[in-house]
């Protein structure tokens, strides 16, 4: 089957802005953006195939119907394993975190959330929540959040472009304003808030907090800088591919291009591209389309591979 993009859906939330609508290209009616998801089988967001024979039908109907072109990594599953999403925090998002497969399954009946992030852009200064600074003890937690001074006790990292962060589940985190990012994560929008910094939403109350799960997930240590795997994948005087991070949910890749780049398939797993910056002419199966900023294609099992030529840099995830 033939290459595809997707459509995809589109988050409102209050900490968003307008990045991804002037700098993504993002067209939607919504005023602020918070969250792109562009690769979703998940049900509180479903991308939709478009420009195809397919065009119109949902992701998660797709792997239904067509769980070969997931490929051989996804054999005895059902649920789509990764969702893929740009965020744009205008605003600090909550301090947060996400359970485990098995937390996860026994109260939510759902995925738990190991996570990873790309920054694509940020303000001067910006920064982000990361772990604890030290071990800490449940009550301590609990006091800060109580308080409010739980920001106090977490590991700040500033960020630059470029930066990736690997957050499995159970990482007290929060992303701060002024970032621009990707996130592949595992396909679940399971999140427990700890802290939203005093907020109010859109009816005037504040958001709910889930503190007691959140303390039963929660690390509460130092996380570690190092994305599992991570490393140079080759590089030459037309690209430069670099894994970001493997883990048993997500294969992600960054590939920096400046000529042609000629990609093999094994029918393993599906290849989804990201476009994040520039532009390039893709072609698979003596067919030819063009890639820019803010655009995907999904690239199923069944195909030999692929080219991209160009300038820009991509952002790839697989099985």
Known sequence: MLPFQLTPVYKDYLWGGTKLKTQFHKQTDLQCVAESWELSAHHDGDSVIAGSELAGMTLSEFVKRFPQLVGTRFYGHTEFPVLVKLIDANKNLSVQVHPDDVFAQKEENAQGKTEMWVILDCEPGAFLYFGFEHPVSEEEVRRRISDGTITEILQKV??????????????????????????????????????????????????????EKALEVAKREPASLDAPNAGDLGMNAEYRIRRLAKCGYFNSEMLELSGRYIREMDHSTFVFLLCTDGSAKFCCNENEWELSKGENFFIPSDQTGFTLSGDGTFLITTL
């Open 158 to 211: 500033p960020v630059e472009k470029g930066d990736v962060y690997f957050i499995p589940a159970g990482t007290v985190h929060a992303i701060g304003a002024g970032i621009l990012l990707a996130e592949i994560q595992q396909n679940s929008n399971t999140t427990y808030r700890v802290y939203d910094f005093g907020r109010l939403d859109q009816d005037g109350r504040p958001r709910a907090l889930h503190v």
